[in-house]
């Protein structure tokens, strides 16, 4: 038997330590990040405003606003010629159920469109990366369906009444949102605290042995839907660390804001991400595991800079922000990074959030994985220059 020429290649993602973790596992870890920053963020939230049913609808309602800040012809002429749309297909509502079905395979939500008429549209998914963040962002999520609905509706507002029946974040099997026309039904209009309630008609439910674990992206490489277009794995990937972070933490940020004060939402904020840097590496398990993932050597003790410097560096290039170490010492590890692309993930929507969160995020985790006379910190944080040091200080009020 002939031998091969050459082996096939894959893209990775190379550690500090000379580990290559293959491109798609780099994306589903990036992916659950997202939705693990997304749970911290809904964390403030609640501590803030302590009404279920007033946050829930402030984020829908901030949700919905900036989906249909996008409503202008240009923008829906462009959203037609992208996603392949006949001339002849009717401009109805139902077409606003390719951007939430386009959006949840971008973002690894495994599933199906069960139906995609212009009279219903049920949508199956039997996995959510954000199934960690609680039932707000699944009512939130049906807020930006509505605006996906209403933007494509050729007459009116409210054409159809959308539920999302099932979520896996509140204990469903599936995640399920079915929309039906309202005129098809004689459904009424819905307000957001509706859109958990049950659709009119049966829903379809997939057998345990034809459920999927990955979206389209990673288990076809590549996004195609109703009407035939593709996207590709490459650029689903760039969209969901640019768009991911918008949907997910600035959307709900405007209203979260809105809650408190600037510092006593700041403040709010630091003790749950302060809680949570210490809980990732708590157990010593984990800190094992992490070691082998990052092909940290053995002979590299526990008291090392360079373990959590490692671990920044590659969360930091799953998320594709340009960044460079400076330094790569036992005692001590800069990263450089510019302060626009830290916080500019998507450049429209610059969130400074992400700076405070994750100084506190990692300046507690470095606790419990290397050693509490470590800390974290960002020196420049507003110019070209900004580094993330990872190294000893001393602080009486240390938190």
């Given amino acids: 038997m002939a031998l091969n020429d050459k082996l096939k290649e894959t893209k990775c993602v ?16 990036g992916v659950r990040h997202i939705a693990a920053f997304c749970a911290n963020i809904f964390q403030v939230m609640r501590i803030l405003e302590p009404d279920f049913e007033k ?25 037609y010629n992208e996603w392949n749309i006949p001339e002849f297909c009717e401009k109805s509502a139902w077409l606003g159920a390719i951007w939430g079905d386009s959006g949840d395979e971008y973002e690894n939500m495994a599933g199906r469109v069960i139906q995609f008429t212009r009279d219903r549209v049920e949508k199956e998914l039997d996995t959510c990366p954000w199934d960690i963040v609680g039932a707000e962002l699944c009512n939130m999520t049906t807020a930006m369906f509505t605006a996906n609905f209403d933007l494509t509706s050729k007459d009116t507002q409210n054409e159809v009444c959308l539920n999302m ?3 896996r974040g509140c204990g469903d099997r599936h995640c399920r949102v079915v929309a039906e026309r309202r005129d098809v039904t004689g459904l009424p209009k819905q307000g957001w605290m509706d859109h ?39 650029w689903a990937y760039r969209w969901v660390m640019e768009y991911g972070w918008v949907w997910c933490v600035s959307f709900p940020l405007v209203a979260i804001r809105d809650m408190a004060d600037e510092d006593e939402f700041e403040r709010i904020l630091k003790i749950v991400f302060a809680t949570a840097g210490k809980n990732e ?29 490692s671990y920044i560096k590659f969360l930091l290039d799953t998320q594709l922000v340009p960044c460079e170490f400076t ?4 005692d001590e590890v800069r990263i450089h990074v510019k302060a626009d692309d830290f916080n500019g993930r998507y450049e429209m929507a610059p969130l400074d959030e992400l700076t405070l969160g994750y100084e506190t995020l990692w300046h507690n985790a470095v606790k419990t994985m290397v050693d509490p006379e470590f800390s974290v910190w960002f020196e420049n944080k507003d110019t070209d220059d900004m580094e993330i040091v990872i190294g000893h200080k001393i602080d009486k009020r240390m938190i």
């Fill in 14 to 29: 190379e550690t500090a330590w000379g580990k290559l973790i293959p491109e798609k596992e780099c994306y589903d870890f």
């Fill in 55 to 79: 946050r829930t609808s402030a984020i829908c309602d901030a949700a919905y606003m900036f989906n249909m800040a996008a409503s202008s012809d240009q923008y829906l002429n462009g959203y």
């Fill in 165 to 167: 029946c099932e979520a």
């Fill in 196 to 234: 958990m309630n049950q659709p009119v008609f049966d829903v379809h439910n997939t057998p345990n042995e034809r459920t999927v674990k990955e979206g389209q992206i990673l288990r076809n490489g590549k996004y195609t839907n109703a009407f035939g277009e593709e996207k590709s794995f490459e």
């Fill in 281 to 309: 590496f708590m157990d010593p398990f984990s800190v094992k595991g992490l070691r082998e993932y990052l092909g940290v050597p053995n002979e590299i003790g526990k008291k090392d800079a360079r373990i959590m410097g």
């Fill in 327 to 330: 330094a790569f010492l036992q």
